[in-house]
């Protein structure tokens, strides 16, 4: 019953929170210089007469209230019409499908490789605070953690496909060949790099946190009793820290689906991978509004589910918080 | 026991300043070689006579990361400031009546569940882009964290003994935020915005390199980076390493700063 409730009130706070989404982006992109004719029209431009112009505008409705336009796109966007992607020329919806499909492996491969890393780095630093391997650990984490992730995709780049040769420079799959015909493992291969780089910057975030968490139980009642009683120091670890500090990474993992997003709009920026963060830079640097508000109001979506993920996660693993909410 | 941290901190904020001090004066003394093309040296490997080497206009490659670190800075900084003052404007007017309060945690909510760099181009869309737009578009992606964690800390301060007694002498809500509350919160806000330093950093850097940032005349580091991205093929890694190199070392060196302010404090 009180789980009802309490899903119930958050769908509602979701359902709040991306109806204010919407308000905000339209809003931004009503204040924008750019003219939407001008960038409907592209290059064109120069070929429309001015009275061919407010025809334009008037047929789109650019010259309505902003209110009233809001209001048009929202009810639009209740019947499932997404706009026209005049980049793509396509449906804003078969863009956003086409390209996370494209984007989810690569997503999912990366965040489940950061966190299992990030777990097992966390736990290897926390169990022996101050030892070498935590100092090692840590460091390597603080670097990670101030790295531009453009630039390590970058230097990944240089290293591996420009000076080694060993994976693709560039693409999802081979230049020149169709999609469907390109094999599962070359797809893999040109997975390969950008899916460790996007990795590598989550592992800090997840193993300075875990490490934390198991720092802190390694100085608890619990572990004392249990270094008395004879057991060693990777036993405790093993049995009963890693219980302890998986499940704040879990969720930490959950609540930061958002960083794992704009990560991707770089890292498929610099492999040139065609996925739904390329198609976002392109949205922003050519002003195809309609595919931009669609893929903020998504990425909202996506990050609030995970963010609810995190929030559960916490009050089925950790009753006090659920208390603490009621007491408020 | 206790003087070596101290000591080590005292030493961490003496290169701080000084690399502070080095980077603000850098306009100064480089003077226009960030900007100076030599047609005979493009494209130069690093050597004694081209430090970090040039790049396809010959413009030498160790200046233009200086500048470029110099106005990283100077944007991050302002960011940093500007996000600090919303989000300390926003946690405060959120104590002054429930339905503000809902209406600034309605606000957090939304602006942290849109992924950073996605509001950010939204935000440099919507303002043309240039150096102001990205300050602004960075100020305004960054707050709601620190707001959420200022709040929190004005809501605990607002059940405080003191704060019911002066209540209790009849003083209005706003007398009470200015003078009991936000004068507590301050060394926070010191530290918050020492916190987001980095990241406002960071994202300047990103969006800069995509291609929404900074103008791409200027010697940005993203500006810099995206260009060494074109000739990255060709096997011209100096373009590339020097300038991330230092914005990363730029960046942890405030960031530990950071840190080791706010456990001192």
Redesign the interface.
């Given at each position: 019953m009180r789980l009802t409730a309490w899903l119930a009130s958050r769908l509602l706070?979701l359902l709040?929170?991306?109806l204010?989404?919407a308000a905000?982006?339209f809003g931004?992109?009503m204040?924008?210089?750019?003219d939407p004719v001008d960038a409907y029209l592209g290059p064109q431009m120069a070929q429309v007469s001015p009275e061919q112009r407010t025809l334009i505008a008037e047929r789109w409705g650019f010259n309505a209230p902003a209110s009233v336009q809001f209001h048009h796109w929202l009810q639009q966007l209740l019947s499932g019409e997404l706009g026209w992607s005049h980049i793509y020329n396509q449906p804003v919806s078969d863009v956003i499908n086409q390209r996370f499909q494209r984007s989810f492996f690569l997503l999912l491969s990366a965040w489940l490789l950061s966190l299992i890393l990030g777990v097992v780095l966390g736990i290897a630093a926390g169990s022996k605070e101050g030892s070498l391997l935590d100092r090692l650990i840590s460091g390597y984490a603080?670097?990670t953690?101030?790295?531009?992730?453009?630039?390590l995709a970058?230097?990944a780049?240089?290293l591996f496909s420009?000076?080694l040769g060993w994976t693709p420079?560039c693409c999802a799959g081979p230049t020149g060949v169709l999609s469907q015909e390109v094999t599962l493992l070359t797809q893999l291969h040109h997975l390969l790099l950008p899916t460790l780089t996007l990795a590598l910057l989550g592992v800090a975030t997840i193993t300075l946190h875990t490490r934390a968490k198991m720092a802190a139980f390694m100085r608890s009642d619990t572990a004392l009793h249990a270094f008395a009683q004879g057991a060693s120091r990777f036993d405790i670890a093993w049995r009963h820290g890693l219980r302890h500090a998986s499940l704040p990474a879990v969720t930490l993992a959950f609540a930061s689906l958002?960083?794992l997003?704009?990560g991707s709009?770089?890292v498929e920026?610099?492999f040139a991978y065609p996925g739904l963060g390329q198609a976002?830079?392109a949205a922003?640097?050519r002003?195809d509004v309609p595919l931009?508000l669609a893929?903020?109001l998504f990425?909202?979506l996506f990050?609030?589910v995970g963010?609810l993920i995190a929030d559960g996660l916490y009050q089925w693993a950790d009753p006090r918080i659920a208390r603490d909410r009621t007491n408020e | 026991m206790n003087s070596q941290p101290r000591l080590v901190a005292a030493g961490y904020a003496g290169v701080f300043g000084l690399l502070v001090l080095l980077l603000l004066s850098s306009s100064l003394w480089l003077g226009d070689s960030p900007l100076h093309m030599q047609f005979e040296a493009r494209l130069m490997p690093p050597s004694a006579e081209h430090w970090l080497g040039t790049d396809a206009l010959g413009r030498e490659l160790w200046a233009r990361t200086l500048a470029g670190l110099a106005l990283s800075f100077g944007v991050g900084l302002s960011a940093a400031l500007l996000g600090t003052l919303i989000a300390l404007s926003l946690a405060s007017l959120a104590m002054l009546s429930p339905i503000l309060d809902a209406l600034v945690s309605l606000l957090i909510d939304t602006l942290l569940s849109v992924p950073h760099l996605i509001l950010l181009l939204l935000i440099a869309f919507a303002l043309g882009g240039g150096t102001q737009a990205v300050i602004i578009a960075v100020a305004l992606t960054h707050w709601p964290s620190l707001a959420r964690l200022l709040r929190a800390e004005l809501l605990s301060l607002r059940n405080s003994p003191y704060v019911a007694i002066s209540k209790g002498f009849g003083k209005r809500q706003g007398f009470i935020v200015w003078y009991h509350l936000l004068p507590h919160v301050l060394p926070h806000c010191l530290v918050g915005a020492l916190l987001l330093f980095p990241h406002a950093i960071l994202h300047e850097a990103a969006l800069t390199f995509l291609g929404v940032g900074l103008d791409p005349t200027q010697p940005a580091i993203g500006v810099l980076l995206a260009d060494a991205m074109r000739y990255l093929t060709g096997g011209y890694w100096w373009l590339g390493v020097f300038p991330g190199l230092g914005l990363l070392l730029m960046v942890l060196a405030i960031e530990r700063f950071a840190s080791m302010l706010r456990k001192a404090l």
């Open positions: 706070r709040l929170v991306l204010s989404v905000v982006s931004l992109m204040l924008s210089p750019i603080y670097i953690a101030s790295t531009p992730t453009f630039w970058m230097l780049l240089l420009v000076t420079t958002g960083e997003f704009g709009l770089l920026q610099v976002t830079v922003g640097l002003s931009l893929i903020a990425t909202a990050v609030s963010n | -």
